[in-house]
């Protein structure tokens, strides 16, 4: 029995290949059907975000698995898979479960500690046990996932300073506009991502944040929460022809802002400034919209080299960090080891075993 992994990031490909790969919640379901039955894995586990298209599997025998892993990406972004494969990495455990729990704890993220990622782990583990592709062996991997990871943040200082790509978004428009207190922001998404940046714009001062969202009643209570204003989706053309910076983090399929919509709003601002950030994966905002005069266009991608000095500030608690997860890997592996030399290997009929198993 084996633990594999499957994916790419934000190291290995740029964003305009993991948009392509992105999986979203509604399409998990026929995933994981596809995970099972056709590529014959035991338990499964999808992690995506911006910056990672990630699938865990439980499987009998390494030998095949891993090339139709490539073929399922492969098939589900529409893509040549020798393109593809060029940019993936393959891990089988224990490489597989020590990246699992780095991930979890901010170690493998564009924004070294950033804490996004552990609310992201939970939920990719929340859908796979919904729908029935976990079992006991993924039930106690991702809970001790969830459980290094929290001791990291913890016991560290990995998560001080700026920890989020909506904070890195934050300093981006500071960078272009100085003070950004007087500043009109446009923040369109109310997820975890927006709330987050929607917190960093507040703490820096800023007074006119309107919140965007496709459910009305989210934008309102997240805006609520913060002093903000929450305006309907419909008026987004509007918005735009007032707006300084947009920030969005949608999960939408296509694009909320295409090239025409913003050229129209900049004719009716007469061309004053505009600042797009695009934290949506898939992309919220038409690359092409960058190249109109007096629009500042970033996306994902275009953050990091805003957060070397994020790294360098955190070097000593990182080692502090691979030792927390060095230690939580190895009691994982024995109980791992442990439960497949017992009478029955388990099994992922055991959907709610593990509980008790995952505190250590």
Request: aromatic share 6%; hydrophobic share 40%; with cysteine.
């Amino acid at each position: 029995m084996h633990i594999v992994l499957v994916g790419l990031n934000h190291l290995s490909a740029p964003i305009e290949l993991r948009e392509r790969l992105a999986f979203r919640p509604d399409q998990l379901p026929t995933a994981f059907a596809k995970l099972r039955a056709e590529i014959g894995l035991q338990e499964a586990a999808i992690l995506s975000t911006c910056n990672r298209v990630e699938i865990y599997g439980r499987a009998e025998e390494l030998d095949g698995t891993v090339d139709r892993l490539c073929h399922f990406l492969s098939s589900h972004g529409g893509l040549e898979l020798p393109g593809l494969t060029e940019r993936l990495y393959s891990y089988a455990e224990p490489r597989s479960v020590r990246h699992l729990f780095s991930v979890a704890s901010g170690l493998d993220s564009m924004v070294l500690g950033e804490a996004e990622i552990l609310g992201q782990v939970k939920h990719a583990y929340d859908w796979a046990r919904d729908h029935g592709a976990t079992g006991k062996v993924f039930n106690v991997l991702f809970q001790r996932a969830l459980n290094a990871a929290k001791a990291v943040r913890t016991q560290t200082g990995i998560g001080q300073g700026c920890t989020s790509v909506g904070t890195v978004s934050v300093e981006l428009a500071e960078k272009i506009f100085g003070n950004v207190r007087g500043a009109i922001v446009l923040l369109i998404g109310a997820g975890k991502i927006g709330e987050v940046t929607l917190q960093r714009l507040v703490d820096r001062g800023v007074k006119q944040v309107r919140v965007l969202n496709r459910s009305f009643e989210r934008a309102a209570e997240v805006a609520m929460r913060y002093q903000a204003s929450a305006v309907p989706l419909e008026q987004l053309a509007e918005q735009l022809v007032e707006a300084d910076i947009v920030i969005t983090s949608t999960s939408a399929p296509g694009h909320l802002l295409g090239r025409s919509e913003v050229a129209a709003a900049m004719r009716r601002r007469h061309q004053r400034s505009l600042c797009l950030i695009d934290l949506g994966v898939p992309r919220n905002v038409e690359p092409s919209a960058g190249s109109l005069e007096n629009v500042y266009r970033f996306d994902v991608d275009d953050l990091q080299g805003l957060v070397a000095h994020t790294h360098q500030q955190r070097q000593q608690a990182l080692s502090a960090s691979q030792v927390i997860i060095d230690q939580k890997v190895d009691r994982f592996l024995s109980w791992w080891q442990a439960e497949c030399l017992a009478p029955a290997c388990p099994s992922a009929d055991h959907r709610q075993a593990g509980a008790s198993c995952a505190r250590s």
